[in-house]
């Protein structure tokens, strides 16, 4: 078995439980074209079936995590083409991956990128990184998922004032109104801390990671009592595991479990 090759994305094991990917166009900032994202497809769901990953973190550059859509490989399209091939929804592709996956994010986080990141279930940040959805400056409005998203962690006068304006956000201010989860020391890696992240994720139990991953994603899609209902019947669900015989004894022996995702 060898590892695919990808043109865009860079992808490596810096523990041997994480994926890490990083985007790879530096000259374009990133800037997401369609094959970059069908390879960010490839492999995310290449570490999704791999046994040995826990967690996945993308990644771009200091400068830029994506500076959004390749506008100019859409300057020219037309309605007619961009609608009968769907145009970008390969992208949420990336929602179907059932491993954790946290995005961290230095520089630019600008429409399809503040997206990407949105579309990950973790984001750290460093004190560099900004967040916005500039597409209004271009003539359109956001396209992968940035009107939706953006609404449900910033709330809606918010996400109208970004979206309305193109104004970003920043690192700090992200933090406050909960796009991310934090944001990582000054001279501390965000990679650095992301992996970490990733991996302290990855030595639980995976069935238990993956549900609550499910669970935590259906409170944007249920309302509460069914949200509370389908979390439940995971919960019941996962006594069927060796994980929560393994987790529950370890902790009654005083020592620490040692699971086995099954
Ligand atoms: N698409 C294609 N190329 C891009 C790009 C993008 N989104 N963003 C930057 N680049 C390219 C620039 O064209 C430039 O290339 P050249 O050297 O060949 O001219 C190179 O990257 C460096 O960019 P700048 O010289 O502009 O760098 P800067 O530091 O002066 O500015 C920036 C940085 C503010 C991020 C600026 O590049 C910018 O505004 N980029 C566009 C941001 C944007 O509008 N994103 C939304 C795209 S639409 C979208 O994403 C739709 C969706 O919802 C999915």
């Given at each position: 078995?060898?590892?695919?090759?990808?043109?865009?994305?860079?992808?490596?094991?810096?523990?041997?439980?994480?994926?890490?990917?990083?985007?790879?166009?530096?000259?374009?900032?990133?800037?997401?074209?369609?094959?970059?994202?069908?390879?960010?497809?490839?492999?995310?769901?290449?570490?999704?079936?791999d046994a040995a990953v826990?967690?996945?973190?993308?990644?771009?550059?200091?400068?830029?995590?994506?500076?959004?859509?390749?506008?100019?490989?859409?300057?020219?399209?037309?309605?007619?083409?961009?609608?009968?091939?769907?145009?970008?929804?390969?992208?949420?592709?990336?929602?179907?991956?059932?491993?954790?996956?946290?995005?961290?994010?230095?520089?630019?986080?600008?429409?399809?990128?503040?997206?990407?990141?949105?579309?990950?279930?973790?984001?750290?940040?460093?004190?560099?990184?900004?967040?916005?959805?500039?597409?209004?400056?271009?003539?359109?409005?956001?396209?992968?998922?940035?009107?939706?998203?953006?609404?449900?962690?910033?709330?809606?006068?918010?996400?109208?004032?970004?979206?309305?304006?193109?104004?970003?956000?920043?690192?700090?201010?992200?933090?406050?109104?909960?796009?991310?989860?934090?944001?990582?020391?000054?001279?501390?890696?965000?990679?650095?801390?992301?992996?970490?992240?990733?991996?302290?994720?990855?030595?639980?139990?995976?069935?238990?990671?993956?549900?609550?991953?499910?669970?935590?994603?259906?409170?944007?899609?249920?309302?509460?009592?069914?949200?509370?209902?389908?979390?439940?019947?995971?919960?019941?669900?996962?006594?069927?595991?060796?994980?929560?015989?393994?987790?529950?004894?370890?902790?009654?022996?005083?020592?620490?479990?040692?699971?086995?995702n099954?």
């Open positions: 078995f060898s590892s695919p090759s990808y043109n865009n994305i860079i992808v490596s094991q810096p523990k041997p439980s994480v994926t890490l990917i990083t985007l790879n166009r530096p000259k374009a900032l990133n800037a997401l074209n369609s094959e970059l994202f069908h390879e960010i497809n490839a492999a995310t769901a290449a570490a999704d079936d826990g967690a996945i973190v993308i990644t771009g550059s200091e400068k830029a995590f994506a500076a959004g859509a390749d506008i100019k490989e859409m300057k020219d399209k037309e309605f007619a083409a961009a609608y009968k091939s769907n145009f970008l929804g390969h992208w949420t592709k990336l929602t179907t991956i059932r491993k954790p996956i946290i995005a961290a994010v230095s520089g630019h986080a600008l429409g399809g990128g503040c997206e990407l990141a949105m579309m990950c279930d973790i984001i750290l940040a460093s004190p560099t990184a900004t967040f916005g959805q500039p597409e209004i400056n271009l003539g359109v409005i956001p396209g992968a998922g940035g009107t939706q998203r953006l609404t449900k962690a910033l709330g809606k006068s918010l996400s109208m004032e970004l979206i309305l304006t193109g104004r970003p956000l920043s690192a700090t201010e992200a933090a406050s109104h909960g796009l991310v989860s934090r944001v990582v020391d000054e001279g501390t890696s965000v990679v650095d801390e992301a992996v970490k992240v990733a991996d302290k994720i990855a030595q639980k139990g995976a069935v238990a990671t993956q549900a609550a991953k499910e669970a935590v994603n259906a409170s944007f899609e249920l309302n509460l009592q069914e949200g509370n209902r389908f979390e439940r019947r995971l919960f019941q669900a996962l006594f069927a595991t060796k994980d929560q015989k393994e987790g529950m004894s370890a902790f009654a022996e005083k020592r620490k479990p040692t699971f086995t099954e």
